[in-house]
Every structure is written in structure tokens, then in C-alpha cells.
């Protein structure tokens, strides 16, 4: 009796303990959202200069979910929008990429069917006013939520183009459609290729439809690659469907787990496969995300295919989202996920908002359903890490002053589209060196921003000797960038191909073009071709 009754008394006392440490959060909670909302009436009624109340509190929100991890976000009313697209695939507006460009945002790529081209607008149309409103001097983000609305309203643009006079264009807005599977067909005679662009609704769908025809098209299939680059990830409930494809029914893909343990959830194949034999070759780069690291880490974890590339950007996290009223949400990491290994990718260090490379020695070790040894943390790792092409100082300098995307506006101008069918072939260089030559172009390579920053402390200390020699080393970059372009030839013209197949053909023509100097894809194709070279990667180490 005596032992039951100090039972229950312990149990009494951790239910009290329970209550009071509840009633204490609470109470810091109601105390410190009481502070908050003093300090900012007394900075909105009292601060020396007048502020906007609605910038003021952003900045505290922002501040708030931006002390939690990167993927933690309030998403205002004008924001709303362009979240719809990163998680349903659509939006309402006018159906374009659009950049700051010479001070003004700027037609990038129309999209296909999109209320931009309707109103007969194209790449590089400059937007200088809307409504009757000037858009000089105004920031991206004043411009664009200027021209966003709902679906069937109207806008009033006027555009300026070279080479014309200023224009005013109506344009109606439209519910907008991204294509997810922007490009599928063949790169070798017996290897197929799909590109996924994001894991926006029906992309599940839209693989298997595209795999379908492949299969229907060459039933002597060697092998598919599935290009994941660049895809920052999407909808959980499509890499389940697109791991589908290529694992049997009812195989665990992922769990997720959360601090509460009722919302835990293990997600598994619910349907029959389309193929569980065909060689495959996923590959992922350091912008493949979420969603791409599922289902990469899930043909690894299954040892169905081969990754390759490199390491992947380290998202391991899923986000849901509440609405707090006037049309805002926050968008808040709930849970981590887990890949059949047991292993979460999630990246445990940040700097500047990006994940932070951590070393293998630093990551703890799985094994794949053959026994091979893969590392969790920081993203996954492929099988086969292919090398990175950096980029020279003058193709950097291109793309900051937009040379190669004016000089493709002007080109495909003259260009008779009609006679052409895919592949776009560009042999007229010396028209682009022109071109350059009469745009003013010029830039400063890091080298030599760091010899400027010397001299100006040589000077300083008057040191004419060593002055001189900084000089000499200038001038020797000086004549080394005279025959920059010729150097870049082949970069450049790929990147013109590549612009104006987005021109013509769109999204489609964009993936189809960037197939022909893919080193990535070379690669995937020689490890495809060599069986015994694949089957020994997957083998138990």
C-alpha cells in the first residue's frame, strides 16, 4: 500500500510539473506577443520619420521565420501568386519569365499559348509603364505585383522594343501552365531520355505517359536516363508516383517524422510498376532539391539505378501551410523526412541561407538494400560524381550584361523559322563578335578588380616600382581578353542555340537544344552502353 501510494503521488506530482511548464510556455507566449505588438505601435506612432506599417511588420516576420531554417516563410497577399505555381504548377498572370534588365523588368521567355505572346509580345520587350504608370525607377518586385491579377482581367502595358517605336499592348490575364515534362525522346538509338522540371501535379502522370511512348517507339530500350538537375522538388505525393514507375507495389519510399508523433506517416507504392529491369541512370546536381533527392535517394537506397552528377542541395524537410488571414500564409516546417535507408539528407549546417558541403567523415553511414554504403546529411551522393564546366570570366560577363540574350532577340528577327523542324544550328560567329564589338562591351575579370584595389594601395605608399609590375600584369590580362570570345566559341554559340530554340520551340525546344553538348548525358550514355560497368556499381561493396 505504502508502494502505491508513492505511485501516485508521483504521478500527481509529473502531471503538475506537466501543467506547469505548459502554463509557463503559454505565458512567455502571451508575454512576449504583448511586447511585440507595443514596440511597433509605439515605432509606428513615435519614430522620427514616417514609416509604412505593412513594410515594418514584413521585416519582423521575415526576421521571425528567418531565425528557423530556410524553408520557413511568411508569403504575403502579392506573394500568393507565384507560391501557387511552385506548388500547383499554375498561376494566374501573363506567362512569362521576366528579369531586371537596363532598369526595366523585362521579357525573358514567354511561355507557350501564354497572354504575352496573344498580345504579340516577345523576349527582350522592356515593360516601361502599366496602367499609365511609369515603371522607372520602381524595384522587380513593385513592377510585377503592378501587373498581377486574377485570371480574365485585363492589364495595359506599353513596351519598349529595339529597333521600334514604344508600343501599348492589352493583355488579358489567364490561368498559366508550366509543362513539367518539358522534353522526352531518344539521345542514343537504344537510350531514352526524360526531363522533370518540377514535381508539380500529374508529373507521376506525365513520366509514365512519356515512358509509355518511348517503350511503344524502340521495345530494344538499353536503358533511360531521368534528368533531375536543377529541379528544386515539389509535391511529396509525385516522387511517391514517380518511384513507382521503377519499384515494386507497396515498397516504402519515405517516412515522415514530426515532434508529434501521431503525424509520423510511412509512404509506400500503391500501384503495380512500369518497369523493374530497365538500366537507369537518374541524374542530380547541386540544385536538385527535395522532392528530386526522394526519388534519386530512393532508386539508390533500392539500388535500382545508378546517380550521377553531383551532390544534391540537402533538403530533408516538408513544409505545410496555414492561412493567417487577408490572404497570407505561413509556410512552416512541420516534419523531416527519411529515405528507405533509414538516412534523412537534410543539411545541418546553413550559410547565408544555403546549405553548408559537409564532409563525409562528419555523416553518419546507411546501407542500401544490397549492402552498399551511402552517408546521410548535406544531400545525396551520387554513384558517379561527374565534373562541374566552371564558367570563364568572359561567359560570366556575358550573361551579367545580357549579350548572348540581346544579340539572340536581334538575330531571330531575320531568322526563317519555318523550314526549321528540332535542332537549331547556328554558323554565323562573326556576326555575334560584331555584334559585341558595337554594344560597348567591356568588363573586369576578379583579377583584375583585386590588382585595382593593390595599385590604389601602392599609390598610397608611393611605390612607383611595384606599381609598374601591376600594371604589366593588367596589361597581359588585357591582351588575353582580346581573344576571349574566339576561346569560348563553342560555349557561346551553344548558349545562342539554345536562346533561340527557346524562341521558337519554347520549354520543349529549350530541354531538346541543351541535349547537344551535355557532357552529363554523354556520360550517362557510355555508363548505359557498358552493362557489366553498370551492374558492378550496384554490386554489394
Known amino acids: 500500500m505504502k508502494y502505491r501510494r508513492l505511485g501516485i503521488l508521483a504521478v500527481v506530482l509529473v502531471g503538475i510539473s506537466a501543467t506547469t511548464i505548459k502554463h509557463d510556455k503559454l505565458y512567455e507566449i ?3 506577443i504583448e511586447i511585440f ?9 513615435n519614430y522620427v ?7 515594418l511588420m514584413r521585416v519582423g516576420l521575415d526576421a521571425i521565420v528567418g531565425s528557423l531554417d530556410p524553408y520557413t516563410n511568411y508569403i504575403s497577399e502579392s506573394q500568393v501568386s507565384s507560391y501557387r505555381f511552385n506548388t500547383e504548377g499554375t498561376y494566374d498572370g501573363i506567362g512569362a519569365v521576366v528579369k531586371m534588365m537596363d532598369g526595366y523588368v523585362t521579357i525573358i521567355e514567354p511561355h507557350e499559348d501564354s497572354p504575352v505572346l496573344k498580345a504579340g509580345l516577345q523576349a527582350g520587350d522592356q515593360i516601361i509603364a502599366i496602367d499609365g504608370q511609369s515603371t522607372e525607377g520602381k524595384t522587380f518586385e513593385e513592377v510585377t505585383a503592378f501587373y498581377r491579377g486574377v485570371a480574365g482581367t485585363s492589364v495595359r502595358m506599353k513596351i519598349k522594343r529595339e529597333g521600334s517605336p514604344d508600343f501599348s499592348v492589352d493583355i488579358t490575364r489567364s490561368e498559366v501552365s508550366i509543362p513539367n515534362v518539358p522534353y522526352s525522346g531518344f539521345v542514343d538509338p537504344n537510350v531514352a531520355y526524360i526531363s522533370l522540371t518540377t514535381f508539380t501535379p500529374d508529373a507521376g502522370k506525365n513520366i509514365r505517359k512519356a515512358y ?8 530494344d530500350m538499353h536503358g533511360l536516363i531521368l534528368d533531375l538537375r536543377d529541379n528544386g522538388g515539389g509535391l511529396l505525393r509525385e516522387a511517391i508516383a514517380i518511384s513507382n514507375i521503377f519499384v515494386p507495389k507497396n515498397e516504402e519510399v519515405v517516412s515522415v517524422k514530426s515532434k508529434v508523433r501521431d503525424r509520423d506517416e510511412t509512404y509506400r507504392t500503391l500501384a503495380d510498376p512500369l518497369d523493374l529491369n530497365v538500366p537507369l541512370v537518374v541524374l542530380i546536381n547541386k540544385s536538385s532539391a527535395s522532392a528530386s533527392e526522394i526519388v534519386s535517394g530512393v532508386v539508390q537506397d533500392l539500388d535500382r539505378g545508378v546517380l550521377m552528377g553531383q551532390r544534391s542541395y540537402g533538403k530533408g524537410l516538408v513544409q505545410n501551410t496555414k492561412d493567417v488571414g487577408y490572404n497570407s500564409r505561413v509556410k512552416i516546417t512541420t516534419s523531416k523526412y527519411y529515405i528507405p535507408s533509414g538516412r534523412c539528407i537534410q543539411s545541418v549546417e546553413y550559410k547565408d541561407g544555403e546549405p553548408v558541403d559537409i564532409a563525409d567523415e562528419k555523416r553518419s553511414k546507411f546501407k542500401t538494400s544490397k549492402g552498399r554504403v551511402v552517408l546521410d546529411g548535406g544531400g545525396v551522393t551520387p554513384d558517379i560524381i561527374l565534373p562541374v564546366e566552371k564558367k570563364t570570366d568572359v ?6 550584361q545580357f549579350i548572348i540574350f540581346k544579340f539572340a532577340n536581334e538575330y531571330f528577327q531575320q531568322m526563317d523559322t519555318s523550314l526549321i523542324e528540332d535542332e537549331i544550328v547556328f554558323d554565323n560567329f562573326e556576326s555575334f563578335k560584331t555584334f ?3 554594344s560597348g562591351f567591356e568588363y573586369e575579370t576578379p583579377a583584375q578588380k583585386l590588382l585595382t584595389e593593390v595599385k590604389t594601395k601602392l599609390e598610397e605608399e608611393e611605390r612607383q616600382a611595384l606599381i609598374a609590375k601591376v600594371n604589366d600584369i593588367n596589361n597581359d590580362i588585357e591582351t588575353s ?15 545562342i542555340e539554345i536562346a533561340l530554340a527557346t524562341r521558337i520551340f519554347y520549354s520543349k525546344g529549350k530541354a531538346f537544344q541543351k541535349l547537344k553538348n551535355d557532357k552529363d548525358i554523354d556520360a550517362a550514355i557510355a555508363l548505359l552502353g557498358d552493362r557489366d560497368r553498370y551492374n558492378s556499381i550496384l554490386a554489394t561493396n
Not at 49 to 55: A, E, G, K, N, R
Open 30 to 32: 502571451s508575454k512576449n
Open 37 to 45: 505588438v507595443n514596440v511597433y505601435k509605439e515605432l509606428n506612432a
Open 49 to 55: 520619420d514616417d514609416l509604412d506599417p505593412s513594410q
Open 212 to 219: 509509355k511512348k518511348l517503350q511503344r517507339e524502340n521495345e
Open 395 to 400: 561567359m560570366n560577363a556575358l550573361d551579367e
Open 436 to 438: 559585341v564589338e558595337k
Open 481 to 495: 581578353k582580346v581573344n576571349a570570345l574566339d576561346a569560348n566559341k563553342e560555349a557561346i554559340i551553344n548558349q
